[in-house]
C-alpha cells in the first residue's frame, strides 16, 4: 500500500500545474462549507446568548386594541392594564414568578454639558429578576422607592459612557424631561439583540415615578404592558391561561366577548427565531457543499484524462504482472491524495475566512470540530466517489490494447 502511495504522490508531482487546479475545487469547497456553517453556527449562538440574556420563560401582557372610525388599531392602543392589574397578578397568580408592570417612552436625558436622547422605561425591582440583569455598579432601587415614587433610575451601559465617559455615574444627578433623577446604579453591558436593537440604551425607573412625572396617560395608573415570568418553562402555557382567567374576571368580560388583552410568549417567540437561524445556517452549508461536487466532478475530469495520457503504462504495468485491483487503487488513491490535500488548505481558507468575517466585518462566526470534521470527510468521500469511475476504467483495460495505444 506504501508503494501505491508513494507511486500516485509522484504521479501528481509530475504534473503540478494541473494538480494544483484540480485541487483548486475542493480547496473553494471546504473554505466555502467551514466559512458558511461558521456564519450559521455563530448567528445561532448569537441567538441562544441573546435568549439567555433576554431572560427565561417570559410573557409579555399588552393592553388591547381600539377602534377609530371602524378601523382596529395596532395591540396597546387601549388603556386596558394599570397597576391594579399587576398588582392583582403578582398576588393571585400561582404559576408566576415574578410580575413586573411597565411603562416606557423616549426622553431626552442631560447632565452637566451633555445630552443622550434614549428610552426611560418605569418598572419594579423585579424586572431585573425577569430579565436576568444585574448592577455592575451601585445597587437597584427598592420597592420603598416605587411606593414613594422617588425620583433615582439605574442606567444601561450604552446611556452611562455616552453621559459619564469614565466618570463613575453613581450618586449623581442627571434630568430627564427637566425632572431631577439621582442615578442608584448602573446595568451590565448585555449588547444588541438579533434585530440590532441596543438593550443598553434605556434607563430604568420606578414605574409609579415615570406615571406620575414623565408618562401621565389619561387613565390614571395605565400601564404600556406587564411582564410575567413563569415558574419554569413548563409552566408557561398554565400561566398563560391563569393570566387570561384573572384578567377576564377583573376587566368583566362577558363570556363569549374577547380579551382586552394581548399575551405574548417571548421566550416560543426567540426559539422559534433561533431555529430559523439554526435551519438557516445548515441551508448556507448546503449550498456550499455544490461546489464540493464540482470539486468532485473537476477531479474525475482530470483523472479521465491522466488515464487516457497514461494507457501505454497501465498496459506495460499489467502485462508485467500488475492486477487490476492494483491499478484500481492506484488511480483512487491519486483521487483521495488530491482531495484529502486539497480538503487541508480549504480548512485553512475557511477559518482564516470565518475569522477575517469577525475580524474585519464583525459578524459573528463559530468554527466547531464537527464542521471541520464534516467538510474533510465529505472530500475524502468526493475523492473517493469521483475518483472511482477512472480507477475502475483503467483496471479493466486489455494489457494488449493499452500497449497498442498510441
Same mark, same amino acid.
Given at each position: +500500500?506504501?508503494?501505491?502511495? /508513494?507511486?500516485?504522490?509522484?504521479?501528481?508531482?509530475?504534473?503540478?500545474?494541473?494538480?494544483?487546479?484540480?485541487?483548486?475545487?475542493?480547496?473553494?469547497?471546504?473554505?466555502?462549507?467551514?466559512?458558511?456553517?461558521?456564519?450559521?453556527?455563530?448567528?445561532?449562538?448569537?441567538?441562544?446568548?441573546?435568549?439567555?440574556?433576554?431572560?427565561?420563560?417570559?410573557?409579555?401582557?399588552?393592553?388591547?386594541?381600539?377602534?377609530?372610525?371602524?378601523?382596529?388599531? &395596532?395591540?396597546?392602543? &387601549?388603556?386596558?392594564?394599570?397597576? &391594579?392589574?399587576?398588582?392583582?397578578?403578582?398576588?393571585?397568580?400561582?404559576?408566576?414568578?415574578?410580575?413586573?408592570?411597565? $411603562?416606557?417612552?423616549?426622553?431626552?436625558?442631560?447632565?452637566?454639558?451633555?445630552?443622550?436622547?434614549?428610552?426611560?422605561?418605569?418598572?419594579?425591582?423585579?424586572?431585573?429578576?425577569?430579565?436576568?440583569?444585574?448592577?455592575? /455598579?451601585?445597587?437597584?432601587?427598592?420597592?420603598?422607592?416605587?411606593?414613594?415614587?422617588?425620583?433615582?433610575?439605574?442606567?444601561?451601559? $450604552?446611556?452611562?459612557?455616552?453621559?459619564?465617559?469614565?466618570?463613575?455615574?453613581?450618586?449623581?444627578?442627571?434630568?430627564?424631561?427637566?425632572?431631577?433623577?439621582?442615578?442608584?446604579?448602573?446595568?451590565?453591558?448585555?449588547?444588541?439583540?438579533?434585530?440590532?436593537?441596543?438593550?443598553?440604551?434605556?434607563?430604568?425607573?420606578?414605574?409609579? $415615578?415615570?406615571?406620575?412625572?414623565?408618562?401621565?396617560?389619561?387613565?390614571?395608573?395605565?400601564?404600556?404592558?406587564? $411582564?410575567?415570568?413563569?415558574?419554569?418553562?413548563?409552566? #408557561?402555557?398554565?400561566?398563560?391561561?391563569?393570566?387570561?382567567?384573572?384578567?377576564?374576571? /377583573?376587566?368583566?368580560?362577558?363570556?363569549?366577548?374577547?380579551?382586552?388583552?394581548?399575551?405574548?410568549?417571548?421566550?416560543?417567540?426567540?426559539?422559534?427565531?433561533?431555529?430559523?437561524?439554526?435551519? +438557516?445556517?445548515?441551508?448556507?452549508?448546503?449550498?456550499?457543499?455544490?461546489?464540493?461536487?464540482?470539486?468532485?466532478?473537476?477531479?474525475?475530469?482530470? +483523472? #479521465?484524462?491522466?488515464?487516457?495520457?497514461?494507457?501505454?503504462?497501465?498496459?506495460?504495468?499489467?502485462?508485467?504482472?500488475? /492486477?487490476?485491483?492494483?491499478?484500481?487503487?492506484?488511480?483512487?488513491?491519486?483521487?483521495?491524495?488530491?482531495?484529502? #490535500?486539497?480538503?487541508?488548505?480549504?480548512?485553512?481558507?475557511?477559518?482564516?475566512?470565518?475569522?477575517?468575517?469577525?475580524?474585519?466585518?464583525?459578524?459573528?462566526?463559530?468554527?466547531?470540530?464537527?464542521?471541520?470534521?464534516?467538510?474533510?470527510?465529505?472530500?475524502?468521500?468526493?475523492?473517493?466517489?469521483?475518483?472511482?469511475? =477512472?480507477?475502475?476504467?483503467?483496471?479493466?483495460?486489455? =494489457?494488449?490494447?493499452?500497449?497498442?495505444?498510441?
Amino acid at each position: +500500500m506504501s508503494e501505491i502511495l /508513494r507511486s500516485a504522490v509522484r504521479s501528481l508531482l509530475a504534473n503540478k500545474a494541473r494538480s494544483l487546479l484540480t485541487m483548486l475545487g475542493i480547496v473553494i469547497g471546504v473554505g466555502a462549507v467551514i466559512t458558511m456553517v461558521a456564519v450559521g453556527s455563530g448567528a445561532a449562538s448569537m441567538m441562544d446568548e441573546f435568549i439567555a440574556g433576554a431572560g427565561s420563560n417570559l410573557l409579555l401582557v399588552f393592553p388591547g386594541t381600539v377602534r377609530t372610525g371602524g378601523s382596529r388599531q &395596532a395591540a396597546g392602543s &387601549a388603556a386596558t392594564l394599570t397597576l &391594579a392589574d399587576a398588582e392583582v397578578l403578582r398576588t393571585e397568580a400561582i404559576f408566576a414568578a415574578e410580575v413586573v408592570p411597565e $411603562t416606557y417612552g423616549a426622553s431626552q436625558l442631560v447632565y452637566g454639558n451633555r445630552n443622550w436622547n434614549t428610552t426611560v422605561q418605569g418598572a419594579t425591582p423585579g424586572v431585573l429578576e425577569a430579565r436576568e440583569w444585574s448592577a455592575v /455598579r451601585g445597587q437597584p432601587f427598592s420597592d420603598a422607592d416605587v411606593r414613594t415614587s422617588a425620583k433615582v433610575c439605574l442606567l444601561g451601559y $450604552t446611556v452611562a459612557q455616552n453621559l459619564f465617559g469614565e466618570e463613575d455615574p453613581v450618586g449623581k444627578i442627571l434630568r430627564i424631561r427637566r425632572v431631577p433623577f439621582r442615578v442608584v446604579g448602573v446595568l451590565g453591558a448585555k449588547g444588541p439583540n438579533p434585530w440590532g436593537y441596543d438593550q443598553d440604551d434605556l434607563v430604568i425607573v420606578p414605574v409609579s $415615578t415615570a406615571q406620575k412625572r414623565l408618562f401621565r396617560r389619561a387613565v390614571p395608573g395605565a400601564l404600556r404592558r406587564v $411582564t410575567v415570568q413563569a415558574e419554569s418553562r413548563d409552566s #408557561l402555557d398554565a400561566a398563560k391561561e391563569e393570566i387570561r382567567a384573572i384578567l377576564r374576571q /377583573r376587566h368583566r368580560l362577558p363570556e363569549g366577548t374577547e380579551d382586552d388583552f394581548v399575551i405574548r410568549d417571548m421566550t416560543q417567540i426567540l426559539e422559534n427565531a433561533a431555529a430559523s437561524t439554526r435551519v +438557516m445556517g445548515l441551508l448556507l452549508g448546503a449550498v456550499a457543499s455544490i461546489s464540493l461536487l464540482v470539486g468532485g466532478i473537476g477531479i474525475m475530469t482530470i +483523472m #479521465l484524462v491522466s488515464v487516457s495520457e497514461r494507457t501505454r503504462e497501465i498496459g506495460i504495468r499489467m502485462a508485467v504482472g500488475a /492486477r487490476s485491483l492494483d491499478v484500481r487503487l492506484q488511480f483512487l488513491t491519486e483521487a483521495v491524495v488530491l482531495s484529502v #490535500l486539497g480538503g487541508g488548505i480549504g480548512i485553512l481558507t475557511g477559518v482564516g475566512a470565518a475569522r477575517a468575517l469577525t475580524e474585519f466585518f464583525e459578524w459573528p462566526t463559530l468554527v466547531s470540530a464537527e464542521s471541520v470534521l464534516l467538510a474533510v470527510g465529505f472530500s475524502a468521500l468526493v475523492g473517493i466517489f469521483f475518483g472511482f469511475w =477512472p480507477a475502475w476504467k483503467a483496471s479493466n483495460l486489455h =494489457p494488449v490494447e493499452a500497449l497498442r495505444f498510441d
